[in-house]
């Protein structure tokens, strides 16, 4: 199997660039349309399905993070991302996944949190 | 450095790093934004040292064509792979991916990288942390790298800050180089979190409006909005260009408590005055000490934190210069009313645009309400258009500037200059001076003949 790779955006200020809802990787649609999300893609399955890529990203969002080293970085680890990929990651993501895809969730028994910093530790 | 490398730096270099002295940070910072006036030599760009002997990057002129993405992406990860020591390549997937949805917050511990804030041109700063996670490798000790959004002028970093990311750094597009380095501050730990607390600002910010600088050499300073951005908003300013000792002093930092007075920028004096030129650009601004001016006017970029929207308090020496700028924003912008200049509802007024007389009826930000007389019923007038109206043989008191509080009676009105005989004294008269005052100044209070001291004499001089 190969290794995950976060797509690098081409173009830092694109303003297609969106934000994954569950774990706020940032790439253009095109990378989600193509890939999915290196993170969550079995739970948002966004690949070849642009009304995933709608539903389950978003534009708004503010702050950028590179991850250079997630497992050491202590920045991912505050951000929650210390065991997702090495990519561009938003500060703070509005929004909220769809229900559906937080049900997903809690059938596996996981809680979704958002990643508005409305749910901080 | 080859042309192409520099014309394609030069457009990095008109930008100005904005100061940054938010509530949410601690440490020095840049309170005075000054400091940029020489960070650039735009005469010598040998003296860019190292920097100028190797090829910045810039995200503009990367391509960005579907098609070829993925070729781009293939030779990134190629050339990561030939280089040595990078790791572009992730990490392979969790064999219990769960795990990943269940990450909790952790705190910094003082294990960690320390937390660095590097100086960065504004609207560039997501350039350069794109541009870091193209660019590092293990031997950079880089973290992580990310920029706020909302305050502008900085990019943080995870990191030692070595020597191989001090010299990485200078390659980065957007990163802030003196002759003297890298600007960068280290972030205190208990300050560390604070910097991934996002803050909701007000950032509608509407072009034409006047704001309040807050920081910085022209805090205080009201300036107009030509331009709303994402990152903050580009201001025409009154400029206050150090005088020529200070401006040509050593390149050493010395913070100057002085804070020059506003004058308009003059394009065909300024060499004489400084002994360097201004440079004239094709958008017919001048480009002057790292500074852009257009039509005598400074402007400027600042952050939606570093502007406010209350107290925007214009003085009347400011909208003077405003006026005589002749800026064609300007001409046709409306102001607020000059802070020294008093009208009350029931003053009678003259309209300058219509040469008519009216009453003011109330009294708006930007406008009064003026019942004009005759037929045209209340209409709202510009503060730019409105003068007193004040006739010989009024007996004024001027309510501020260097004479207020003198009183006397009007000998003669040339436009907006009225001529003032002032009583001194309620005994006599035989010691008056006389002197102008602009016309917005005074108070009307009544004609001679309502003078309290029915003994005086009233003698016309000249």
Redesign the interface.
Known sequence: MEPAIAAIPAQARSKQLRACLLCSIIQLPVDFRKNGCPNCEDVVQMKHNPDRISSCTTTYFDGVISVIDPDKSWVARWQRTSKYVRGMYAVRVKGRIPEDVEAELENRGLKYRPRDQTDQD | MSEETHRALRSFLDLEAGVDDDDDEVGGGRSDDEEFDDFIDNDNPAELGEASTQQRLS?TQ???R?DG?TQ??TE??ERSVNSGGRN???????EH?????????????SH??PLWRVACRLGIE??A??S???L?APRHE?????????ICGWVYL?TTMNEHINRLLKLTPGIVSRRTGIIWEQIDFED??KM???HDIEANVDVGRWVRVRKGTYKGDVGYVLASELWGVRLLLAPRLSPPNLASSSLKRKRSTVVPEPALFDFNTIEHIYGTPAVKQNDRTHRFRGNIFSDGLLLKKYDFHSISLTSVFMPTSTFFLFQQSHHPTILAARFPCPLEWSFDEGDQVLNSSSSKLGVIISIGAETAEVDLAGDEGIINVPWTELCKHIVVGDFVEVLSGPLRESTGWVERVDDEIVHVVQHLSSETLEENQHYRIKVDYMLASATWTNFTSRNSKFILIG
Do not use: N
């Open positions: 995200w990367l391509p960005y579907e993405f781009l992406l990134i990860l572009l390549a992730l990490r392979e997937p969790t991916p769960d795990d990943a949805f269940i990450q909790v917050s952790m705190p910094p511990t960690d990288f997501e350039e942390v794109f870091l996670l193209q590092a880089l973290r992580s790298a990310f920029t706020r959004g909302s995870e560390w979190t991934l607390t996002m």
